[in-house]
Nanobody, 125 residues
Framework: QVQPVESGGGSVQAGGSLRLACVARESDYRGYCWGWFRQAPGMKREGVADIDEDGNTEYADSVKGRFTISKDSAKNTLYLQMNSLKPEDSAMYYC???????????????????RGQGTLVTVSS
């Protein structure tokens, strides 16, 4: 299994934008989603966005209208375009792949295997 590699994090001011990328081989299994989690220090892991094999997307309420998830299957790359960033978006961001329900149930987030090192996003006010 290919270990995902996240990139694109950095430090920006509130209102700024970042584009995260994750290189990993997409699963061939139906019912699997590819998505992003984030975790701030001292906070629980949070599902941010996910995308299924048909390109259907889901977003956390806190990022709807600001973040866009997309994928380029030919390049084995998952993206997260983050606009209008807020200080509360500051966290380590990880990509992952699992059954779609694992992304959409908050009680399952902690059980999703995060195999990459993550990429740090810091938003200053």
């Amino acid at each position: 299994q290919v270990q995902p590699v996240e990139s694109g994090g950095g430090s920006v001011q509130a209102g700024g934008s970042l584009r995260l990328a994750c290189v990993a081989r997409e699963s061939d299994y139906r019912g699997y989603c590819w998505g992003w989690f984030r975790q701030a220090p001292g906070m629980k892991r949070e599902g941010v966005a996910d995308i299924d094999e048909d390109g259907n997307t889901e977003y956390a309420d806190s990022v709807k209208g600001r973040f866009t998830i997309s994928k380029d299957s030919a390049k084995n790359t998952l993206y997260l375009q983050m606009n209008s960033l807020k200080p509360e978006d500051s966290a380590m961001y990880y990509c992952a792949e699992d059954h779609c329900q694992m992304f959409r149930r908050s009680d399952m987030w902690e059980y999703v295997a995060l195999r990459g090192q993550g990429t740090l996003v810091t938003v200053s006010s």
